[in-house]
């Protein structure tokens, strides 16, 4: 299970990083950067949370920030619009560890979204399209249909466009927990947390980190 060193790192990411590289070469580790994300809904005083699996696209150890690409005006890119703060967790059972990060959401850079949208299937493009993720459908047959007029729009298109309404987010984390399976439940488990203040520009400034061993 290789647990945390006895003098805790000075910051979480690395071993993150080293952690989704392990689990990688795992074979029997399907879907590797899988991560569940929970935002939040705020409806009449009511805190409402909703939690969805996606796919970590990547981790930037050195500034602290890891990506994900979504439809903006899904329910999750709808409810960051109007709170921010959210988290994630990474758990890969075969290898006994699990990663939270709690942090702030930023929309990512216009370039690094198109670089990324179009890097992906022409397939996967269109149907960023045809979707209008999270809204209701009539049918499965309305969505193949959406789908087809998607499909005849850009058919003598050879680079297609990034969506506006599609892009992907930076999750600047405010904490990250780490912790590894021990025997006799007796789990080996770390915080590390720091401050990301935000500009009026909207640019993150994040602080240094701080490490806490936690008692499982």
Known sequence: MNPLQASLPAEPLQTLATWLDD??????????NSMVL???????????????????????????????????HSRKGDELEHNRNAAVVFHWDNLGRQARVEGIVIASPTEESDNYFASRPRSSQI??????????????EAL????????RRFADTETIPRPPHWGGYRLWATAVELW?????????????????????????????????????
Do not use: M
């Open 23 to 32: 689990a990688w070469e795992c074979r029997h580790t399907p879907n590797a």
């Open 38 to 72: 929970t935002t939040v809904a705020i409806q009449k005083g009511e805190i409402l949370p909703s939690s969805r699996v996606l796919l970590c696209k990547h981790l930037d150890t050195e500034n602290g920030y890891l990506v994900f690409y979504t439809n903006y």
């Open 127 to 140: 149907s960023a399209w045809a979707s209008a993720q999270s809204e209701p459908v009539a049918s499965r």
């Open 144 to 151: 193949h249909r959406q789908l087809e007029q998607a499909e």
């Open 180 to 216: 590894v399976q021990g025997d006799n439940r007796l789990h080996d488990r770390a915080r590390w947390i720091r401050t990301v203040a935000i500009d009026d520009n909207g640019q993150p400034h994040p602080h240094t980190w701080s490490a806490t061993r936690l008692q499982p």
